[in-house]
């Protein structure tokens, strides 16, 4: 009686090696999500670079000054206009 209750009490306690299994997993998570972080930041920085690039080619457009210009002068007269 007292041996099937050593056994079950045995298998009932962890493995000796769960502690460094899980350390390992942890470790390999680590390692994983830190080449994520720098697809990450690159992906982040070709999108950077070209939103800079279309922003340039809209400011050095001719006509994109005098548009700008007319939507600003065009709020004035509306707001302007509102008040007595």
Known sequence: MNDSINQMAVAARPCAGTG???RMKKKARELAE???ATAEYAVG???AVALALV???VFNAGGFLDTIMKLVTSIFDKVLG???
């Open 20 to 22: 460094k299994m899980q």
């Open 34 to 36: 830190r080449g994520m």
């Open 82 to 84: 509102w008040l007595p």
């Open 55 to 57: 922003l340039l080619k």
């Open 45 to 47: 920085i070709l999108a």
